[in-house]
């Protein structure tokens, strides 16, 4: 009988053993698993930083999207008006003076919106390259 305790009590102490072993790797698998977490959660936010800063320079393309069409719209205008005042040449010299300076205005306005553009286009490039970058540590 006491040899069948001793044998039960080293059985229990194995199996002590083996649980403490279990109970230790879990512990370090939800400690692994609680880092990738984190680290997924900081990307993650990253991630929707880069979406936000993708989105308003999506929103200021739109602007200028919308002020180079107004000054294509100007343009447009101006050349009908000089189009219509050639018939009348003294009239027209002045309406044809005034129109170029609209066209002028366009044309400072669209090539203000095409600076733009080429700034929000690199902004958008970093924003790519800071998501995509973010996707390959994840």
């Given at each position: 009988m006491e040899i069948a305790?001793?044998?039960?009590?080293a059985a229990l102490a194995f199996l002590g053993l083996i649980f403490a072993y279990i109970w230790r790797s879990n512990g370090y698998l939800v400690?692994?698993?609680?880092?990738?977490l984190k680290e997924i959660q900081a990307?993650?936010?990253r991630?929707?930083?880069?979406?936000?800063r993708i989105q308003a320079s999506s929103e200021r393309?739109?602007?200028?999207?919308?002020?180079?069409?107004?000054?294509?719209?100007r343009i447009q205008e101006s050349s009908e008006r000089?189009?219509?005042?050639s018939e009348r040449i003294q009239a027209g010299l002045v309406r044809i003076q005034e129109s170029s300076e609209r066209m002028q205005q366009g044309?400072?306005?669209?090539q203000?919106?095409?600076?733009?553009?080429g700034r929000i286009g690199k902004e958008i490039s970093e924003g790519q390259r800071e998501i995509f970058g973010v996707l390959q540590r994840t």
């Open positions: 305790t001793g044998i039960v009590g400690r692994d698993i609680q880092e990738g990307s993650s936010e991630m929707q930083a880069s979406l936000e393309v739109e602007a200028s999207s919308e002020r180079i069409q107004a000054g294509l719209v000089m189009e219509a005042s044309l400072l306005e669209l203000r919106g095409q600076e733009e553009l």
